[in-house]
């Protein structure tokens, strides 16, 4: 058996954290996670920051849907350059 990476343990957990938070047919069964979680002692942490990374969207996408919609402020009308603008700059 080799030695993950931190990056190939928060690929993972992030996949069980999404599996975890869809509550779905297809979410996590506990023992299988416990498995999982048991396989390596830095997975605990790495699924928390996943868990914790899902929750800050969560709350980021139910903001936006209470912000007001406004429209962004129209930019100011392109200046054209004209032959006396550039021979006085001259």
């Not at 849907?65 to 930019?75: E, F, G, I, L, V």
Request: hydrophobic fraction near 40%.
């Amino acid at each position: 058996m080799s030695i993950q990476t931190a990056r190939e343990i928060d690929e993972e957990a992030a996949a069980w954290a999404l599996r975890v938070d869809s509550g779905g047919p297809d979410a996590a069964r506990p023992h299988e996670l416990q498995a999982w979680l048991e396989g390596d002692v830095r997975r605990t942490g790495a699924l928390l920051r996943a868990q914790a990374a899902l929750s800050f969207l969560d709350r980021g996408r139910a903001l936006e849907q209470d912000a007001p919609h406004s429209r962004p402020a129209p930019a100011p009308p392109a200046r054209r350059l004209t032959r006396r603008a550039v021979v006085g700059a001259g």
